[in-house]
Nanobody, 127 residues
């Protein structure tokens, strides 16, 4: 079964850090750009970041620039989203996603939307 699997979410205090992981099941990630988007209750989906298949191109939403870092380890078939200096407004379900292409921006914007995504992982920032 081909799927993306997110992990690493949790509850942290403001100012804390989390590292999300996106692993592939049934296929290898190294040929594909991978994005992250998030959705908070009652809010629209927001593209957060994207990394090209080589890792040479990365993109970030203004709301996370300087705090989040996307990276990939193709040997481990995993993409990461390191999130630092977390704020309550970062609270959302985070999804990794792909269009099974090597570059970000197939549908116009490098921050999505994408056609395929995993089940998501909850991130809650609260004191």
């Amino acid at each position: 079964q081909v799927q993306l699997v997110e992990s690493g979410g949790g509850l942290v205090q403001p100012g804390g850090s989390l590292r999300l992981s996106c692993a592939a099941s049934g296929f290898t990630l190294d040929n594909y750009a991978i994005g992250w988007f998030r959705q908070a209750p009652g809010k629209e989906r927001e593209g957060v970041s994207c990394i090209s298949s080589s890792g040479g191109s990365t993109y970030y939403a203004e709301s996370v620039k300087g705090r989040f870092t996307i990276s990939r380890d193709n040997a481990k078939n995993t993409v990461y989203l390191q999130m630092n200096s977390l704020k309550p407004e970062d609270t959302a379900v985070y999804y990794c996603a792909t269009d099974y292409l090597s570059y970000c921006g197939f549908r116009g914007s490098p921050l999505g939307p994408w056609g395929y995504w995993g089940q998501g992982t909850q991130v809650t920032i609260s004191s």
